[in-house]
């Protein structure tokens, strides 16, 4: 069991960059798959991309392949998403979540973050 607590939402202009941190208060996140979600606006909640816990490999959605890196730092206790090229089609809130599982889907996560705005200017 996990308790995730979230950092680094903001405003950017489009091209630009920005970081999130998603650390586990309580708990651990070494074995767990860290995943990172985000609703925009009038949308559903979308599977952005995940960490596996016990490979360490990456996978993405197609919109940010290329342009979002996920990393994780154990002795921190933190997973990161970092995001390059920010579209104005990124604005969204965007959540982490703890997972047993490396299932894209919202449904297989256990544990959710609290969730932060990222708003991108044309």
């Known amino acids: 069991q996990v308790q995730l607590v979230q950092s680094g939402g903001g405003s950017v202009q489009a091209g630009g960059s920005l970081r999130l941190s998603c650390a586990a208060s309580e708990g651990t996140i070494s074995s767990y798959t860290m995943g990172w979600f985000r609703q925009g606006p009038g949308k559903e909640r979308e599977f952005v991309g995940h960490?596996?816990?016990?490979?360490?490999?990456?996978y993405y959605a197609d919109f940010v392949k290329g342009r979002f890196t996920i990393s994780r730092d154990n002795a921190k206790n933190t997973v990161y998403l970092q995001m390059n090229s920010l579209k104005p089609e990124d604005t969204a809130v965007y959540y982490c979540a703890a997972s047993p599982y490396a299932i894209p889907g919202a449904r297989y996560y256990n544990y959710w973050g609290q969730g932060t705005q990222v708003t991108v200017s044309s």
């Open positions: 960490e596996r816990w016990s490979t360490g490999a990456t």
